[in-house]
Structure formats: structure tokens, C-alpha cells
């Protein structure tokens, strides 16, 4: 039911008048009539007796008037929810998921941020690996992905995001300490690494690859599953790992860890923004991409 054919007939009842209904909605009187004729036809009765002075109301007119009222408010109720979606202050959920490396640090600290100078807006943050992560934004569950590696999928789009060196963790006094080795060093030595899906295994086995090396070729002792538990190990002394160098910065101001390179593994990583191939992306999340690239090139 055109919505502007109500208005014009509510106009006409509240006012019993064709021409003072047309100047409250600012045009002409048979613009007016045109509408309601219009009204009538389709429902098929007479919703205005114009046989007096005044323009009154049929019983049915009565009725489509109440409805209308209720119509027209309903309106204008949805269309001030809709603009208030398009300015104002941000409300609403930001629901996404960090692979473990980038969400050791950066993550939380940028929709902590996010979070204060948009308090209307509720967060919130999964952690998990990268497979897991892409999967769940491809399944809509999540509507945005930081992950530290662009696997291939059909359903989701990836987009750079900032980026991460990927570097070789020891523990403190350890003989690799703060020195470039080589790849045959590092066959002798314990290593340690996250489980597969995780982001920094993927780029440390490409990386490999290319130099004609496979992960069974090194002495791999322990797979631990994700990031927490890897450098937990790391700093206990069982061994040495591949891993963010974000995820660990604090540690090696402390000197909890140490870092150490390999000749020929040199591996920046560009940590991406996944999001589900055609979906639009909410204003609260076009605010925070938009918010933390704007504090990652600062």
C-alpha cells in the first residue's frame, strides 16, 4: 500500500478539508484528490463522504484511518532507526576473530581503543587458528577475520591489513642468541612449532619449501597446538620455534626470549582482514577497520 496515498487521506480526515490537507503537505488540491480516488479504487470503497460542507469520513474510512495512523507512525519509527545506523554515534556489535599471533597484542589493544571512544558499541573478539578463523567468517558466524596467513576460500575475501615478521624464539643465553645461522644449524637443534593451521607454520613451511627443505627434515619434537603454549615451552628452555615477532615483543624487552635469524628464512608476513565474499560490511565495523589502520600507520 503506497504509503503516500495514506498520508494525503490522513491529511483530508484531519483537517475535513481537500485544500488545507494539500497545503500541510505542500501541494496542489487535485494532487490531493488524485491520491485518494487512487486509495479508493483500490480498496475498492468510498472512504469520504463529500456531500456536506465538510469532508467526513465513511465507516470505512474510519477504519483505514486507524490502521493508517498506526502505518505511518511504524514509518517513521523505521526510517529514524535506519539514519541513526547512517550518523550519529556508533552502536551495535563488532563480532570478529584474530588468529592467536595477531591477537596476542595488536588485537585487543585496538578494539580496547575502539571500544573507549565508542562506548555504544559491544565487542566481540575469538581467538583461535587460521583455519578455524577463515571458516568461521565463510560461514557468516563471524563478520571479520585477522589472520596471519590468505588461505584460499571461495567464500572469503581477503585484503592486507598490516604486517608481521616472523621470527626464530629461544630461550634466554641460548647459543643462537642474537646471532644469523645457518639452515643447516638449525637441523641439529629442538624445535618446537604451533599446530597445523596455525598462520606462522604456513609461511615457515613455504619458506622452507623454497629451499628445499620440509619440516620432517628438522628435529621436531613438540607440536603444541597454538602460540600461548609454544612460547611458554620456548621460555622453559625445551626448545627453540618459529613465531610472531608482535606476539612476543614484550617478551624480548624483558628478556624472557631471545630471537635469532636463519639465513635465506627471512619471512615478513602480511597479516589480512578476511570478510565473507559479498557481504557488506556493518558501519561499526567500516569504523573500526577505518579506526585501526589509521593507529597501525601511526
Known amino acids: ?15 475535513r ?14 494532487a490531493v484528490s488524485l491520491q485518494i480516488r487512487a486509495l479508493e479504487k483500490r480498496l475498492g470503497t468510498q472512504l469520504l463522504d463529500r456531500s456536506g460542507r465538510r469532508v467526513e469520513p465513511t465507516e470505512a474510512g474510519w477504519r483505514l484511518y486507524r490502521g493508517a495512523q498506526r502505518l505511518l507512525a511504524l514509518e517513521e519509527q523505521i526510517e529514524s532507526d535506519v539514519a541513526a545506523t547512517v550518523e550519529g554515534e556508533l552502536q551495535g556489535e563488532l563480532v570478529l576473530g584474530a588468529s592467536t599471533g595477531p591477537a596476542a597484542i595488536v588485537v585487543p589493544l585496538l578494539l580496547c581503543e575502539f571500544q573507549r571512544e565508542n562506548p555504544g558499541v559491544h565487542v566481540f573478539l575469538t581467538v583461535s587458528d587460521t583455519h578455524a578463523i577463515v571458516e568461521r567468517v565463510a560461514a557468516r558466524a563471524l563478520e571479520l577475520g585477522i589472520v596471519g596467513a590468505s588461505r584460499r576460500h571461495r567464500g572469503v575475501r581477503f585484503e592486507p591489513f598490516f604486517s608481521d615478521e616472523v621470527i626464530l624464539a629461544c630461550p634466554p643465553g641460548h647459543r643462537f642468541a642474537g646471532k644469523t645461522l645457518a639452515l643447516e644449524e638449525l637441523r641439529e637443534e629442538p624445535l618446537i612449532l604451533m599446530q597445523e593451521g596455525a598462520g606462522v607454520r604456513q609461511i615457515v613451511e613455504d619458506v622452507l619449501r623454497r629451499q628445499g627443505v620440509r619440516l620432517r627434515d628438522l628435529d621436531v619434537r613438540l607440536e603444541l597446538g597454538l602460540q600461548e603454549s609454544v612460547r611458554r615451552a620456548v621460555e622453559a628452555g625445551y626448545g627453540v620455534t618459529f613465531i610472531s615477532r608482535t606476539a612476543v615483543e614484550s617478551d624480548l624487552e624483558l628478556g624472557t626470549l631471545t630471537e635469532a635469524r636463519v639465513q635465506g628464512l627471512e619471512a615478513t608476513r602480511e597479516i589480512s582482514l578476511a570478510s565473507a565474499t559479498g557481504r557488506a560490511r556493518s558501519r561499526v565495523a567500516d569504523a573500526f577497520v577505518e579506526f585501526a589502520r589509521g593507529r597501525l600507520e601511526t
Do not use: Y
Request: charged share 20%; aromatic share 6%.
Open 1 to 15: 500500500m503506497d504509503t503516500r496515498q495514506l498520508a494525503a487521506f490522513c491529511a483530508v480526515v484531519d483537517r
Open 17 to 30: 478539508s481537500f485544500s488545507q490537507a494539500a497545503e500541510r503537505l505542500g501541494v496542489t488540491q487535485p
